[in-house]
């Protein structure tokens, strides 16, 4: 009982020091350069690497959810979203864009498991570095810096247009929203996943919802999140939507990702032997805003969105 009691204390001595440092040291939105700086940063350290694999996102769990491996269930995560936009019926050569590709996970699996011919961008110049260290040079994926909001490729480049979690980090949704269809030929595929608030033109954040939303936004540089219903629309107010834009929720079958991830630094003890106490104090401060994910997501404050689009063909 006394080990019991003192591993306790231990415990909540830890989380303490996590939300004390949480609260100090805040990563607001303040430009693109933030963002590039905080994944600049994680990566260069390699801790959310060790912890999150190759896949800097949720996983798929199941319908209905069920236990699994924490970086088995970030491949599946893939693999379901293929099934899910259809893409697993294109043939190999299919051109994709992987907008906000981390260090190039969902980029290889394209390429290695479908045959695609994959260009992943991110922000971040230290993963663009990281993702071409990781891909073999047989795969045809290549990796570069690029700006979601004022992408580089001209109109009409893409058979496909590839996004997981990007959304949440765009401060400008309708731009984010008309520059991944720009880029997408006619007849081509949008396929996105990402991290949403619930709809609050029909209910409004109440007064514990506003501050924990608030929390969200500030501690991983987030400028806002979209709705389910509001990025749906902005795709379609883009003109250049085939029809009307699918979507899905695909909270129930992510959402234990959120308590495997902080399961992971009990799970896996040599990450402090191979971090120290700096990667320590670094991973507690993560754990806070994990767990207001986790509640977020649980009491409906957030929704985890998957939406599919097809371009237009221009008229004659």
């Known amino acids: 009982m006394s080990l019991f009691l003192w ?93 906000g590709c981390g260090i190039g996970g969902s980029s290889r699996i394209l390429a290695r498991d479908y045959g695609f011919a994959v260009t992943g961008i991110t922000i971040s110049p230290q993963q663009v570095k990281r993702a071409q260290q990781l891909t073999p040079p047989e795969l045809n994926a290549r990796f570069q810096v690029d700006d979601a909001m004022a992408l580089s490729f001209p109109d009409a480049s893409f058979d496909v247009v590839w996004s997981i979690e990007a959304g949440p980090h765009m401060p400008d949704k309708a731009i984010f929203a008309k520059e991944l269809m720009r880029v997408l030929k006619p007849g081509g595929v949008l396929a996105v996943a990402d991290w949403n608030q619930r709809d609050d033109r029909k209910k409004p954040l ?4 506003k501050p924990v939303m608030q929390q969200l936004l500030d501690q991983w540089a987030h400028p806002a999140f979209s709705s389910i219903e509001g990025f749906s629309e902005l795709l379609e107010a883009t003109g250049l939507v085939e029809g009307c ?6 909270t129930k079958p992510t959402l234990p990702s959120w308590l495997d991830s902080i399961w992971q630094g009990v799970a896996r003890p040599d990450g402090l032997v191979r971090f120290g106490l700096p990667g320590l104090i670094k991973s507690l401060r993560e754990v806070p805003t994990l767990l207001l994910m986790r509640l977020a997501f649980g009491a409906g404050l957030c929704r985890f969105g998957m939406f599919r689009a097809v371009r237009a063909n221009p008229l004659p």
Do not use: C
Request: hydrophobic share 45%; net charge negative; no cysteine.
């Open 206 to 209: 109440n007064f514990w919802e």
């Open 7 to 99: 591993a306790l204390g231990l415990l909540l001595a830890a989380l303490a020091l996590g939300i004390a440092i949480y609260l100090m040291t805040a990563r607001r939105y303040q430009s693109a350069n933030s963002v590039a700086t905080s994944y600049d940063e994680w990566t260069e350290d390699g801790i959310l690497e060790f912890y999150w694999g190759e896949h800097i996102h949720l996983g798929h769990y199941g319908s209905p959810p069920r236990r699994k491996d924490f970086l088995a269930a970030k491949s599946d995560f893939v693999h379901e979203m293929v099934r899910w936009s259809g893409l697993d019926k294109f043939p190999p050569g299919t051109t994709v864009l992987d907008v």
């Open 245 to 250: 834009v699918d979507t899905a929720d695909w």
